[in-house]
């Protein structure tokens, strides 16, 4: 089973309705209604995070998390007409969870999953080198390398997906089947992001870039940059695909186009228009000096056949790399805008540097602590979010400067629109929301009766 883009846009949440958290407090969320962002404000206390979490566990299909968390019964309408919802029960230390879903064809399927016959997840059997992220994948910090849930399965021997009894559901339930299929949910817990790694790999100087001794928040935001190189390796790797396959088949494709009548104005805007495309993929170390072409003003047909073919074999050795440098184009704009005296680049292999006022080069290590968490927050919601997910965010404001939460909600709305993200905040910051009240949902601690 396989969405198109549009299909995939009705599975997203539209209402999380959470009764008897922690036994005592309800809530009724409105999601994206006036945009990709939705804030969830709260004082401290009144379950922001385990809501974000049951959303998260919903949405991936995580019995597990769900048999754990604390509450009484859980509702999750999506934009295409379906419902899940899970009452959640305990009897004997046993819990139970009483699944009905309906959907967007109106069928009802029912079915319940207790913690005595589920799989527990063993990622603790892993070796130290093997990170879980917020997308569900897992990075490998020896090779700087990205594996699915499946990957881990098949190579360890360990379950991480919560085993044979989750897929045993998924295949008899169809609503099931469609929720494992789309892009994985991103959870960014930011009191995590600069956590150190696991001790016995400290020194690895593959999961820590600056080096022994600089410390585990470089080792984590090492992991986000490594998922940049990896991007610009596929799309360069893709370019010159084109590129080969085009130069193989130019004899051919010129005879083709042995009648066809083209326009001298039509080759001069389209080159203009490659050669600023090409310049601002530069920019961005994607692309080298741009081909320069002179085309004759009174061009043969001839000559204006194979200058047409070329500008068209060169807009598709391009393309591989414009939704790279549209996520690399945002985060240096969000970088910049933020880090005083200092500039970040990337060079050809999809590498961060960063460069003072004065010339001189700038370790990660050495970024303060709010540069170093503002830089993995972006880097991992713009290059680890899955395009058209959903992205949860529990409180943003840790480590953030005053001046970066006031922007802090339209920087989100930007990359939200660029990978076309639902993203949903958690927090209990006014400079995080700073008026943005249309996106607010606010919800407190009321007990139930």
Same mark, same amino acid.
């Given at each position: 089973?396989?969405?198109?883009?549009?299909?995939?846009?009705?599975?997203?949440?539209?209402?999380? #309705?959470?009764?008897?958290?922690?036994?005592?407090?309800?809530?009724?969320?409105?999601?994206?209604?006036?945009?990709?962002?939705?804030?969830?404000?709260?004082?401290?206390?009144?379950?922001?995070?385990?809501?974000?979490?049951?959303?998260?566990?919903?949405?991936?299909?995580?019995? !597990?998390?769900?048999?754990?968390?604390?509450?009484?019964?859980?509702?999750?309408?999506?934009?295409?007409?379906?419902?899940?919802?899970?009452?959640?029960?305990?009897?004997?230390?046993?819990?139970?969870?009483?699944?009905?879903?309906?959907?967007?064809?109106?069928?009802?399927?029912?079915?319940?999953?207790?913690?005595?016959?589920?799989?527990?997840?063993?990622?603790?059997?892993?070796?130290?080198?093997?990170?879980?992220?917020?997308?569900?994948?897992?990075?490998?910090?020896?090779?700087?390398?990205?594996?699915?849930?499946?990957?881990?399965?098949?190579?360890?021997?360990?379950?991480?997906?919560?085993?044979?009894?989750?897929?045993?559901?998924?295949?008899?339930?169809?609503?099931?089947?469609?929720?494992?299929?789309?892009?994985?949910?991103?959870?960014?817990?930011?009191?995590?992001?600069?956590?150190?790694?696991?001790?016995?790999?400290?020194?690895?100087?593959?999961?820590?870039?600056?080096?022994?001794?600089?410390?585990?928040?470089?080792?984590?935001?090492?992991?986000?940059?490594?998922?940049?190189?990896?991007?610009? =390796?596929?799309?360069?790797?893709?370019?010159? =695909?084109?590129?080969?396959?085009?130069? #193989?088949?130019?004899?051919?494709?010129?005879?083709?186009?042995?009648?066809?009548?083209?326009?001298?104005?039509?080759?001069?805007?389209?080159?203009?228009?490659?050669?600023?495309?090409?310049?601002?993929?530069?920019? !961005?170390?994607?692309?080298?000096?741009?081909?320069?072409?002179?085309?004759?003003?009174?061009?043969?047909?001839? @000559?204006?056949?194979?200058?047409?073919?070329?500008?068209?074999?060169?807009?598709?050795?391009?393309?591989?790399?414009?939704?790279?440098?549209?996520?690399?184009?945002?985060?240096?704009?969000?970088?910049?805008?933020?880090?005083?005296?200092?500039?970040?680049?990337?060079?050809?292999?999809?590498?961060?540097?960063?460069?003072? =006022?004065?010339?001189?080069?700038?370790?990660?290590?050495?970024?303060?602590?709010? #540069?170093?968490?503002?830089?993995?927050?972006?880097?991992?919601?713009?290059?680890?979010?899955?395009?058209?997910?959903?992205?949860?965010?529990? #409180?943003?404001?840790?480590?953030?400067?005053?001046?970066?939460?006031?922007?802090?909600?339209?920087?989100?709305?930007?990359?939200?629109?660029?990978?076309?993200?639902?993203?949903?905040?958690?927090?209990?910051?006014?400079?995080?929301?700073?008026?943005?009240?249309?996106?607010?949902?606010?919800?407190?601690?009321? @007990?139930?009766?």
């Amino acid at each position: 089973m396989e969405f198109s883009d549009s299909e995939a846009l009705g599975w997203r949440p539209v209402t999380l #309705e959470i009764e008897g958290l922690f036994g005592q407090v309800s809530h009724k969320i409105a999601i994206a209604k006036g945009g990709p962002v939705t804030i969830i404000a709260g004082p401290n206390g009144c379950g922001k995070t385990h809501a974000l979490k049951l959303l998260r566990a919903v949405l991936a299909v995580d019995f !597990n998390d769900l048999l754990s968390m604390p509450f009484n019964k859980i509702r999750v309408a999506l934009s295409n007409g379906s419902i899940v919802s899970a009452e959640r029960r305990e009897d004997g230390g046993t819990v139970y969870l009483d699944f009905e879903m309906r959907g967007p064809s109106g069928v009802i399927e029912r079915f319940s999953v207790n913690s005595d016959e589920f799989d527990f997840d063993e990622s603790d059997d892993l070796p130290p080198w093997m990170h879980r992220q917020a997308n569900g994948r897992w990075y490998d910090a020896r090779v700087e390398r990205y594996l699915s849930a499946r990957e881990i399965e098949r190579r360890y021997g360990v379950s991480v997906s919560t085993g044979t009894q989750r897929q045993n559901l998924i295949d008899q339930h169809e609503i099931l089947q469609s929720l494992s299929i789309l892009s994985a949910p991103t959870l960014i817990d930011t009191k995590r992001l600069d956590t150190p790694l696991r001790t016995n790999v400290r020194e690895d100087p593959v999961a820590f870039p600056g080096g022994p001794g600089s410390g585990g928040k470089v080792g984590r935001i090492g992991q986000y940059i490594a998922q940049i190189r990896q991007q610009v =390796s596929e799309a360069r790797r893709e370019s010159l =695909s084109r590129s080969q396959d085009a130069d #193989e088949k130019f004899a051919s494709n010129l005879l083709k186009r042995s009648k066809k009548l083209v326009r001298q104005e039509d080759l001069v805007a389209e080159y203009e228009r490659l050669s600023k495309l090409s310049e601002e993929l530069s920019l !961005n170390a994607l692309a080298g000096k741009a081909v320069s072409v002179k085309i004759p003003p009174n061009a043969d047909e001839t @000559e204006r056949r194979v200058l047409e073919l070329f500008l068209q074999d060169w807009e598709r050795k391009l393309e591989p790399l414009l939704p790279v440098h549209r996520k690399l184009t945002a985060l240096k704009r969000i970088v910049d805008d933020k880090f005083i005296g200092k500039t970040i680049r990337l060079d050809v292999r999809g590498g961060l540097h960063f460069r003072s =006022s004065l010339g001189g080069e700038v370790r990660v290590d050495q970024l303060s602590s709010g #540069e170093q968490h503002l830089l993995a927050l972006f880097t991992l919601l713009i290059f680890s979010a899955n395009s058209g997910s959903v992205v949860l965010i529990d #409180e943003p404001e840790i480590s953030l400067h005053a001046a970066w939460k006031h922007s802090f909600v339209s920087d989100i709305e930007e990359v939200a629109r660029l990978n076309d993200l639902t993203v949903i905040l958690a927090t209990h910051s006014t400079a995080i929301i700073n008026g943005r009240w249309d996106i607010v949902q606010e919800i407190g601690v009321v @007990e139930e009766r």
